[in-house]
């Protein structure tokens, strides 16, 4: 089905076009007519689904459509609100990309920047503001900012902006924008404080449930290698220079662990950075613009920094660490197979975190297959040597022992612990000539 089909005027659909979408995706099918015909939504997708399009396209044209004249400047028509710096500017771009024939000015209010270019971008006309919470008070406050003009109000990645304690900053954004308005939420899943919310602020919203809740998307392949946790930077080095070096989005559950891997993987030859919270907003710009350009393989991430990123063709996601929350696990893995594209998501996997794998797999409602790296068998499993398994052969970068075929790396190991040779011993013995520290799981936040 066209774009057009949905509604849209040409020169969106030409927009379009030009990006070579050469149909809309499934949230773009449904929501872009409902959301030109001003209902209120309430939207389960995932990130990498399209969904910023599924909104942007029909906030450009119901904008375009229903111009009453000039507002005074600083006075935004639409406004986007969304948990991260990173998420903020990709919807901007969105905007002006979709928006080329239709020349929206849109402004950009994210924290960990000077406000000197945003007091800028408010003395001008605004049509759609794309704001993280925090620095859009921050602008209120000031009076630089006036939200009694939104017509369109976006709630984007709304259950990660919950997560990150943002609901008392979003209940009182949403008492400053007028009543009358169209309200769309998106949100990855519909846990009950986001049903609230909908709730509380949405108009007899329309309900759009994408993926099967807390799906992963189906093309990305995803496998737990079960490694002790002193093992596990040696054996993500083994896995990021064996056969093609893939670009690779690596999560940890710590800022200083970030740091701290990204380090060790610069040391072992391969050319890393770390994205998290304490960085400064250039820094976070310039790694993640290295790794998009390819001039680093492997982006260290936390959760939060990582969140929404949109890298076209990265075809691997490793965690390091699985997430504190189970949920997160699909947020991480859906970096990787987006836009209909492939990709494998991997997790390291620690005795001290089956509790959490075992929440994940319930989540997802089944078990992950599971391959021993051969080299690299935790204490208390020994590998079966069978050379050229399934999972061996759709991963030739490394090569797995599957001894556990249908098992879980929750069942109890079939054998006592054995040394194991193996040419993951040897890139241990490269990377650690001894045991290296245990890695910090808790403390920080990302
Ligand atoms: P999103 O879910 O909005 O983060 O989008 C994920 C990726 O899908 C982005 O790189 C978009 O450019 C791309 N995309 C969005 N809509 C389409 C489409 N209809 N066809 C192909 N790619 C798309």
Same mark, same amino acid.
């Given at each position: 089905m066209p774009f057009v089909a949905l509604g849209l005027v040409a020169d969106l659909a030409r927009a379009v076009a030009a990006q070579g979408y050469a149909a809309p995706t499934p949230i773009q099918s449904q929501a872009i007519p409902l959301i030109l015909a001003g209902r209120d939504l309430l939207a389960a997708?995932?990130?990498?689904?399209?969904?910023? $399009? $599924?909104?942007?396209?029909?906030?450009?044209?119901?904008?375009q459509l229903h111009r009453n004249g000039p507002l005074p400047a600083g006075r935004p028509r639409a406004l986007v609100l969304t948990p991260t710096r990173e998420l903020a500017a990709q919807i901007a771009d969105s905007v002006r990309v979709h928006g080329r024939h239709v020349a929206p000015r849109a402004a950009l209010l994210v924290g960990g920047v000077s406000m000197g270019p945003q007091f800028d971008a408010l003395r001008? !006309?605004?049509?759609?503001?794309?704001?993280t919470p925090g620095r859009l008070l921050d602008h209120l406050s000031q009076k630089t900012v006036s939200l009694a003009g939104v017509e369109i109000l976006v709630l984007d990645e709304a259950d990660r902006m919950l997560d990150l304690g943002f609901l008392p900053a979003i209940r009182r954004l949403l008492a400053l924008v007028p009543e009358r !308005?169209?309200?769309l939420l998106f949100s990855a899943t519909f846990a009950e404080p986001i049903?609230?919310?909908?709730?509380?602020?949405?108009?007899?919203?329309?309900?759009?449930?994408?993926?099967p809740r807390n799906a992963p998307a189906d093309r990305v392949e995803q496998q737990v290698h079960p490694v002790d946790a002193e093992q596990k930077t040696a054996l993500l080095s083994h896995l990021l220079s064996a056969g093609e070096r893939d670009a690779t989005l690596v999560f940890t559950r710590t800022k200083h662990g970030a740091d701290r891997l990204s380090r060790q993987l610069e040391r072992d030859g391969i050319r890393t950075a770390a994205l998290h919270g304490n960085k400064s907003q250039s820094a976070r710009t310039r790694a993640l613009d290295d790794f998009k350009q390819g001039r680093i393989q492997v982006l260290v991430a936390t959760d939060i920094a990582a969140r929404g990123l949109d890298i076209v063709q990265l075809p691997r996601v490793v965690n390091y660490e699985l997430p504190h929350v189970p949920e997160d696990y699909v947020h991480r893995i859906g970096r990787t197979g987006r836009a209909g594209r492939a990709g494998l998501a991997i997790s390291l996997v620690s005795a001290d975190e089956v509790a959490r794998l075992r929440d994940i797999q319930r989540l997802l409602g089944r078990q992950l297959p599971s391959s021993v790296v051969e080299g690299f068998a935790p204490n208390g499993a020994r590998p079966v040597p069978a050379p050229g398994g399934p999972t061996a052969r759709r991963h030739p970068t490394h090569r797995v022992v599957p001894p556990t075929g249908e098992r879980s790396i929750l069942s109890p190991p079939r054998q006592p612990a054995r040394p194991e040779a193996g040419a993951g011993n040897a890139s241990r013995?490269?990377?650690?000539?001894?045991p290296p520290r245990r890695v910090a799981t808790t403390g920080d936040r990302a």
């Open positions: 997708a995932q990130t990498g689904t399209g969904k910023t $399009a $599924a909104f942007t396209l029909p906030l450009l044209q119901r904008l001008r !006309r605004v049509d759609v503001l794309v704001a !308005r169209q309200t049903r609230q919310l909908a709730g509380d602020f949405l108009r007899d919203p329309a309900v759009i449930d994408i993926a013995r490269r990377h650690h000539p001894n």
